[in-house]
């Protein structure tokens, strides 16, 4: 057992948390998580968050609920294919430095805050938006087994420290992801994304819907926040 803030966690013990607000995506998600390979003596939980209030308020209480040193934040329209992912992540948290994994984002973020604004994105994920019409959104690959970034894409977050989310900014759907890796590295942590070259870990199947009217609102919350920290590629 690891003990971080004060609280034990099961060092051999992995859960997936998901605000869910359909039943049919969540139970294609889930399907996919519990058929994941997991190493011997490894557990897995599953917690679905029904009803909150906002992304960053059900993943602090699925933060609240697990006792799994190993957590892995995804949205409903997430499925995991890597079978191995739990022994891959292992893998790269078995580097003490690194805080935050994710499947795809950006190296340095830009003065607007919005990681596929970066000049430099790295990661991989297939993308299903339309039925018969699937696309590899595939940017850099890590030189290496992973490569450092500053900002990840909220489709699939995962951590091995338990930073609390910052429900008390991000009080609807947007920005949550790019503030807790903001917060990972305030922290003295690394945000990661994997090499995915050989094949990719995810498939995200989001509707085409032009952003929410207060997607721009919660931009600028994060750019007053963390502005000071960025420091945009030019």
């Excluded at 034990?8 to 869910?20: P, Y």
């Excluded at 995506?25 to 909150?52: D, V």
């Excluded at 949205?75 to 294919?81: A, E, K, N, P, R």
């Excluded at 087994?145 to 909220?154: F, I, M, P």
Aim: proline share 5%; charged share 25%.
């Amino acid at each position: 057992m690891g003990e971080i803030g004060g609280r034990k966690l099961d060092e051999r013990k992995v859960a997936f948390i998901t605000c869910v607000n359909s039943e049919d995506w969540y139970s294609e998600c889930l399907l996919y998580l519990q058929h994941l390979n997991l190493p011997e003596g490894f557990t897995a939980e599953f917690l679905p968050q029904r009803g909150a209030a906002s992304m960053c308020a059900g993943y602090n209480a699925g933060q609240r609920e697990s006792e799994a040193k190993y957590k892995v934040y995804l949205h409903q329209d997430t499925l995991v294919v890597n079978k191995n992912l739990v022994a891959d992540l292992l893998k790269l948290f078995a580097h003490p430095e690194i805080g935050l994994v994710g499947v795809i984002g950006c190296r340095s973020l830009p003065a607007t805050g919005v990681w596929w604004d970066g000049l430099r994105t790295y990661g991989r994920v297939l993308h299903a938006c339309e039925p018969e019409s699937v696309v590899d959104s595939h940017c850099r690959e890590p030189e290496g087994d992973y490569q450092e970034v500053q900002a990840v894409d909220g489709l699939f977050l995962a951590t091995q420290y338990d930073i609390p989310w910052r429900e008390d900014l991000f009080t609807g759907w947007h920005m949550y992801d790019t503030s807790m890796c903001m917060e990972m590295q305030r922290a003295g942590y690394q945000v990661v994304v994997p090499n995915q070259e050989e094949d990719f870990w995810c498939i995200h199947c989001p509707k085409e819907k032009p952003l929410a009217s207060s997607y721009k609102g919660y931009r600028k919350l994060f750019v007053k926040e963390y502005g000071g920290e960025l420091c945009p590629e030019v």
